[in-house]
Nanobody, 121 residues
Framework: QVQLVESGGGLVQPGGSLRLSCAASGFTSSRYRMSWYRQGPGKARELVAAITNSGGRTNYADSVKGRFTISRDNAENTVYLQMNSLKPEDTAVYYC??????????????WGQGTQVTVSS
């Protein structure tokens, strides 16, 4: 059974930090590109950060560059999102996505259930 389970969300003051985790099971996550998306109130879901299956390349939304860092531990089947200098506009439900296998002509796309991040004083 494929599962992506996010954790680490919560309420934090502006300028604070959180670390999100996404634990994958039921598939070989090391063959998948992993990403974090978010959906704020009344907004469309947007890509926040992505990392290649090897972890060798990452990319970020302009709004989070220099503040967020995506990483992965393939031995633990886990992807992380370190979020620093949080702003109220970062408030959203954050979702983990797995896309792949990257060599497949018909890749799968799996989603987690999301974790709420609220940035407020």
């Amino acid at each position: 059974q494929v599962q992506l389970v996010e954790s680490g969300g919560g309420l934090v003051q502006p300028g604070g930090s959180l670390r999100l985790s996404c634990a994958a099971s039921g598939f070989t996550s090391s063959r998948y590109r992993m990403s974090w998306y978010r959906q704020g109130p009344g907004k469309a879901r947007e890509l926040v950060a992505a990392i290649t299956n090897s972890g060798g390349r990452t990319n970020y939304a302009d709004s989070v560059k220099g503040r967020f860092t995506i990483s992965r531990d393939n031995a633990e089947n886990t992807v992380y999102l370190q979020m620093n200098s949080l702003k109220p506009e970062d408030t959203a439900v954050y979702y983990c996505n797995a896309w792949g296998p990257t060599y497949s002509p018909s890749p799968n796309s799996y989603w987690g259930q999301g974790t709420q991040v609220t940035v407020s004083s």
